[in-house]
Each structure stands twice: as C-alpha cells, then as structure tokens.
C-alpha cells in the first residue's frame, strides 16, 4: 500500500459535517482531498479552503464545495503533508512551494492534521533542504545574507526558471544538514529584510501528526 494513502485516509475520518476544512498540498495532500471528494460525493457536508492554486483546482475537480475567505471566520481542521517531523512535532515544510499559505491556514486552524509516510519521521529537522519565501526584490542579498548564516542556500528552479510561489514570491532552499536549535534559526531567518516565512513550522496550535507505513498500519503523534 501506498504509505501517504493510508496516513491521509486516517485523516480523513476526522472531518464532520459542518465543518470548514482546510486543504494542504503535495502528493500526500493530493490523496488527503481525493478521499474527501468521495466523503463528499456520499453525503459529507462541508466547505474548504486550499493552500494553493493546484490543490484548489483539485478540489473543484473532486466537486469539494469552496469558501472564499470573506465567507469563513475560522478553519475547523486542516490536513496537510510535511517534508520531515521531529519528536516534538516541529516540522520542515515547503517542497511543494506552498508554505506561506499553509502556515496561514495550520496557524488559524483549531485543529491541523500532519500527514507523512514514516520516511519523513526523523530524530533532527534538517537533512531535508529548509524553504524560505522570500520577495524577488533585491534576491541576492537575501541570499548573501542566509550565506552568512551558512544556509548554503540556492534559489529555487523549475526547469530554466526560477520558480514563482502563488504569492509571486520566490523560493530559497537552504542545506543547514542539522537544526538543532529551530527556535533560534527561525527567529534569525526572520530578521533578514526580504524573507517573508521559513518553512519551520514550530509548536503549530494543535498539531497531530499521522505517519502512515506501507503494510497500511498508522502511526498516531501527539494530541
Ligand atoms: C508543500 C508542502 C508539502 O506538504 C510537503 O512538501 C510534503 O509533500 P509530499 O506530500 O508531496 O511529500 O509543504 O509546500
């Protein structure tokens, strides 16, 4: 079995009618919102709002009922993947490009469901490259200033160009091997002008994590 199809169908079963869903993005998310469609298609009665341009088309095309965010005042849960977990639930986020709007929506959430393939499960954040949004505005001295804190960063591509966010925004990779104290290179990555989020997500409100495994067993973490 596919270990991201058996994390997010666990998942799923924590929506109710009623409620405003959150949808996130990646391959994970992707099976997270194809088994909400066929919840949908059954009966299941709710409104979501996407994380990003590709997984709010996905969701019209599994006829998943869309809000504008004038319409909503709050998120009921939201299910999306990760890139890595550590044990106290910190996460990287922000392979799939979309960090900016997943934070908003994980932030604002009362609840926010993790989904990952046990492979993402790791002892110290960072074997896996950080994503920053940052302004295109002057990018190479943002990228000069993640140097200094030897991010050995590189500006995100997509085939021969740089790849754009739906913000507009671009991305900045950085190779930090291991986080060991998130926290304070969170709080630093902030204070350089022109990094608009880092895809640090730390004590997000709420957060469970769903590890799903290959012989279609899960793995539960945290509340
Ligand atoms: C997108 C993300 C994704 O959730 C993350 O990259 C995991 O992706 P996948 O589910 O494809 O492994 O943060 O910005």
Same mark, same amino acid.
């Given at each position: ?22 949808? /996130?993005? @990646? $391959? ?13 298609? *059954?009966?299941? =009665?709710?409104?979501?709002?996407? %994380? $990003? ?11 998943? &009922? #869309? ?27 922000? /392979?799939?490009?979309?960090? #900016?709007?997943?934070? !908003?929506?994980?932030?604002? $959430?009362? *609840?926010? !469901? !993790? ?20 302004? &295109? ?7 000069? *200033?993640?140097? =200094?804190?030897?991010?050995? &960063? ?5 085939? %021969? ?20 104290? &998130? ?7 902030? #204070? ?7 895809? #640090?997500?730390?004590? +997000? ?12 067993? +899960?793995?539960?973490? @945290?509340?």
């Amino acid at each position: 079995m596919d270990p991201k199809a058996v994390a997010a169908e666990k998942a799923v079963e924590y929506i109710e009618n009623g409620m405003v869903v959150g949808l /996130g993005t @990646g $391959s994970t998310s992707y099976h997270a919102i194809r088994k909400i469609g066929e919840r949908v298609s *059954q009966g299941l =009665r709710i409104r979501a709002v996407a %994380s $990003s341009a590709k997984s709010e088309q996905l969701a019209r095309e599994c006829r998943i &009922p #869309l809000a504008a965010f004038t319409a909503i005042d709050h998120i009921d849960i939201t299910i999306d993947g990760a890139d890595e977990v550590d044990r106290q639930l910190n996460l990287i986020k922000g /392979g799939g490009g979309a960090l #900016l709007r997943e934070k !908003i929506l994980a932030y604002n $959430s009362k *609840q926010t !469901i !993790i989904i990952v393939d046990d492979s993402k499960l790791v002892d110290t954040l960072g074997k896996f490259p950080l994503p920053i949004e940052v302004t &295109p505005f002057a990018v190479e001295l943002t990228l000069a *200033q993640l140097e =200094r804190l030897k991010g050995n &960063p590189y500006i995100r591509m997509a085939q %021969s160009e740089r790849f754009v966010t739906d913000n507009g925004n671009l991305i900045i990779d950085c190779h930090f091997d291991a986080i060991r104290a &998130p926290e304070e290179l969170n709080t630093k990555l902030h #204070l350089i002008p022109g990094v608009i989020e880092t895809g #640090l997500f730390l004590h +997000t409100p709420f957060t469970r994590v769903i590890a799903g495994y290959a012989d279609g067993a +899960t793995q539960i973490l @945290g509340a």
